[in-house]
Structures are given as structure tokens and as C-alpha cells.
């Protein structure tokens, strides 16, 4: 099974020389007569790899007792810079994780977008469905608007619990006018394990004399051996095949993933000259201890992600992205990455605004995992620290509510790309009654926490290292 999560094992005993031995927690300890031995392990474990790797570690509180916390999720989030890490995370579901990570999540297999109707009143729609899955089987399509879960209405306090059930109905709606009004129709939905291939969608669109590529990718997720990457490839041999003048990649709705999954997409749009040149796509920088570690043992690829060869690349000069306030992480990772070496044109909304990435580590148990950020990436000319997103070239609403399916060109954001590649007015759809009536959106924690990026770990692979830390 695919290794995302890294025990860090060399680096962790080079670094341990020079900042000192960690105290070994014994079951007699005092403070285990009123705190779980287990808990105090977790603890210990929390602390030490925070101090490590953690990129703001000299901000963590210098006064908090981890030999006093008994609940480790609690201390956690108390040593995360909050001034500045939105991102950090922990979970003692790392099986949850991995499954998530490795692409076969347990999942209905729709994307929820959560409105506020009113003071209270909440309403999901749905931004698009994985083929293949419980609510694609079900019916449930992008567009669809859901008032209510097993018959209760959502409000801010319920719906995300609501949602997160394993087994449910919905109850479908329409938007007549300015009011939302029952259809009727109610939907049964069961999660079950489900291949979330990102690559939910492509097609070659033939307008004005040109032929544009058309990819729709919700995720940076290779998958369990990196099982999606060759669908990647297939795409884009198609798309070469059939000559495409142009190229519309829709990362709308994507949070971001992993950074090897970044790369690859990134390969196969860049330059031919740039990806076969290996040239610079991102740099890292990290704490001073761990940067000043690599740098001295030059682990490079800590340092640098580079382009890749591949054979599927399409040589392109130009490529447009459809973006949102949802277009996050390894989203904007490949955005920044391109643009010293192409021309990037971003259509929609400005993008979330995460210049980080995370390394995912796990405990010895494999019961918890952390995903502390241990860096910033910048692209080759030094742009970084985008806090408030990439600003759109051409701003243009994405109204959910007014959703049409994936390839349709009335889509005004793909209408948009079409016209700017073709010099032609598409038939994109009125925005009037997004501007008369506009739903706010919530965005919940738990789905907060998923706009990351998964580096790839200092993995214990060194015989090197592990002989000269011993």
C-alpha cells in the first residue's frame, strides 16, 4: 500500500544530537496517577515533532506542561500559531486518513457547497458527484439543491452533523424566482468505500475554429501507487491527439492534496523545454533548525520541486484555470508554479490564499496522525505569502445555484475561457439574479482543514544518516 505517511526517522535522530535526548514517559510517573500513560506517549509525541518540524516553532508556548494535558487534540491546537496557521491539524482517525489520501474514502461521493438562508435556515448544493459513486448511482447531480436531510431542516447548528451521517435521505428543492420551493423528490444515500478519481471530467470542446481541452480535476490525490496519474496521461495524450489549441483546467472546487499529484498535472501543461529542463516549479523554506539541516546535508529534494519529463505533455504556451474562493493549496501551487514560465490565465473567483505545505505524520500506533505545517513554497521568481488568494484575471461569479453541467457553454466561466481563446462571445447565462439575490456561503471547519498540501516526507530510507546519528 502507498507510504504517505513518514516516520521521519533519520532526521529525527540527527536533529535529536543536537538539541538533546527527549525524557522517556514511564507508567509510574506522578503525573500518570491522574493522566493515561497513553495520553502522556500522544503528548510526547506531539511535542517533539512539533519543535522539529513545526514551521513557526519559535512561537510555540514555551509555559504548557504536555505531562498536564489530558486531552492531546486540545494540546495540540494549543502549540499552533494561530496569527498565522489556519492549517494544522490532528486526527486520531488515521485509517480515515490514509483511505482519503490513497483516493478509496468511505463517502456518499458528492461535494457539498453550504448556504445560509435567512438568519438560520441552511441549504446544500451540490458542486458535482464522483462517476461511480453512492449519490452518482442515487442521481444526485451538480446543481442539485438539498433543503433537508431526513426530512429535518438545516440551520447552522445541525447541518454539518446532518451531513455527515453514513446513511441518509435528502430532500430535494428548486429555486423558483427568489424563493426556494420542496420538489417533491427525496433521494436515499448510503456511504460506502468509493475510488475518488479527481479526474472527474474532460472533454474537447470545437468552437470558433479551435479545439480547447477541457478538464475538470477536484483533487490532488495520485491515488493508492499512484493509480490516477496514468488517467492524467491518457487525457492529455488525448487531448494532443486531437490538436487542441488551448486548455481549460476548472479547479473550481478543488481544496488541494498532494504535492506529487501537483507536479505531474504541472509537467503536463508547462513548455515542453521547461518540463524536459527539470526547471524549478516551487522552493520550500521551513523552521531555521530543519532548513539549516537540509541545506548542510543536501537533501535538495526537501529544497526544490522540479518539473518532470513525460511523454503526455502537451508543449503549451497558455492555459486557463477556472478558480474559486475554493481553489486552494495545490491548486494555487500549480497556478504560481506555472506562471514564470507560461501565460496563466485565471477566470472565476480569487483562490483560497495557502502558501503552505504540511508533512503528514503518524504516531508508532498508526492511531493518530498530525499534519503540522512545516513550510512555505514560493515559485521560481520568489512570489509568495499570497494570504488573501490569486486574484482573478477576469472575475465572474460562480453561481451554483444556476449550475449547468460540466462542459456546457453556457457555463459563464467556461464561456469566458472560450471566448478569450477564441476571440469569439460564447453563450454564457445571465448573472442577473445572482446579483438580486445571493446566498452567503459557510464554509465549515472540518472542510477548512482539507485545503492543504501534502509534501512528501523525510523519509528513514538512510543508512547513511541512521549510522552516523547512532
Known amino acids: 500500500m502507498k507510504k504517505y505517511l513518514y516516520h521521519l526517522l ?25 493522566i493515561p500513560h497513553r495520553t502522556l506517549v500522544v503528548n510526547d509525541w506531539i511535542k517533539d515533532n512539533m519543535n522539529l518540524y513545526y514551521f513557526w516553532n519559535d512561537k510555540i508556548p514555551t509555559d504548557i506542561d504536555f505531562t498536564k494535558e489530558p486531552d492531546s487534540e486540545a494540546y495540540f491546537y494549543k502549540l499552533v500559531y494561530k496569527e498565522k496557521d489556519k492549517w494544522s491539524r490532528i486526527t486520531r482517525d488515521y485509517a480515515a486518513l490514509k483511505a482519503e489520501l490513497d483516493g478509496e474514502p468511505v ?6 457547497s453550504f448556504y445560509l438562508v435567512g438568519d438560520n435556515k441552511v441549504v446544500i448544493v451540490v458542486g458535482y458527484v464522483y462517476p461511480g459513486s453512492p449519490a452518482a448511482e442515487a442521481g444526485l447531480k451538480r446543481g442539485d439543491i438539498i433543503l433537508s436531510i431526513n426530512n429535518t431542516n438545516l440551520d447552522k447548528l445541525n447541518y454539518y452533523d446532518l451531513y455527515s451521517q453514513t446513511g441518509y435521505s435528502v430532500q430535494l428543492g428548486r429555486l423558483e424566482g427568489n424563493t426556494l420551493v420542496n420538489t417533491g423528490t427525496s433521494v436515499s444515500l448510503t456511504a460506502r468505500v468509493t475510488i475518488t478519481n479527481p479526474a472527474i471530467y474532460h472533454t474537447i470542446i470545437e468552437t470558433g475554429g479551435k479545439k480547447a481541452g477541457y478538464l475538470v480535476y ?8 499512484n493509480a490516477f496519474l496514468p488517467d492524467l496521461d491518457n487525457i ?24 506529487s499529484a501537483a507536479v505531474h498535472l504541472a509537467s503536463l501543461i508547462a513548455p515542453r523545454e521547461v518540463a524536459d529542463n527539470k526547471e524549478i516549479l516551487i522552493s520550500l523554506r521551513y523552521n531555521k533548525g530543519l ?29 486557463y484555470f477556472l478558480t474559486t474562493s475554493g481553489s486552494a493549496s495545490a491548486s494555487e501551487l500549480v497556478i504560481t508554479g506555472l506562471d514564470p514560465w507560461m501565460d496563466v490565465v485565471k477566470i472565476g473567483e480569487s483562490t483560497y490564499g495557502k502558501y503552505a ?13 498530525m499534519i503540522p505545517i512545516v513550510s512555505k513554497f514560493s515559485n521560481a521568481d520568489g512570489y509568495t505569502d499570497f494570504a488573501d488568494g490569486l486574484p482573478p484575471d477576469y472575475e465572474i461569479d460562480d453561481d451554483l445555484f444556476a449550475a449547468v453541467p460540466f462542459g456546457d457553454t453556457s457555463d459563464p466561466l467556461l ?38 498540501l501534502y509534501l512528501e516526507g523525510f523519509a528513514s530510507e538512510s543508512e547513511t544518516v541512521r549510522n552516523h546519528a547512532h
Open 10 to 34: 533519520a532526521l529525527t535522530l540527527m536533529l535529536t544530537l543536537v538539541w538533546g535526548c527527549q525524557k522517556d514517559i514511564e507508567p509510574d510517573d506522578e503525573d500518570d496517577l491522574t
Open 107 to 112: 463517502t456518499m461521493g458528492y461535494r457539498p
Open 218 to 225: 477536484v483533487e490532488f490525490i495520485a491515488g493508492e501507487s
Open 236 to 259: 492529455f495524450n488525448e487531448f494532443k491527439t486531437a490538436g487542441i489549441t488551448d486548455l481549460i483546467v476548472d479547479l473550481r472546487y478543488n481544496p488541494g492534496g498532494e504535492v
Open 291 to 319: 532548513e539549516d539541516f537540509l541545506r548542510t546535508n543536501n537533501y535538495t529534494n526537501q529544497l526544490y520541486y522540479r518539473f518532470k519529463s513525460t511523454t503526455a505533455n502537451l508543449d503549451m504556451d497558455r492555459v
Open 357 to 369: 505545505g504540511a508533512w503528514v505524520l503518524p504516531d508508532d500506533n498508526e492511531e493518530w496522525a
Open 415 to 452: 464561456a469566458k475561457a472560450l471566448e478569450l481563446a477564441t476571440g469569439k462571445s460564447g453563450s454564457a447565462k445571465s448573472l442577473t439574479r445572482t446579483k438580486m439575490f445571493n446566498f452567503p456561503i459557510i464554509v465549515p471547519d472540518e472542510m477548512k482543514l482539507k485545503n492543504n
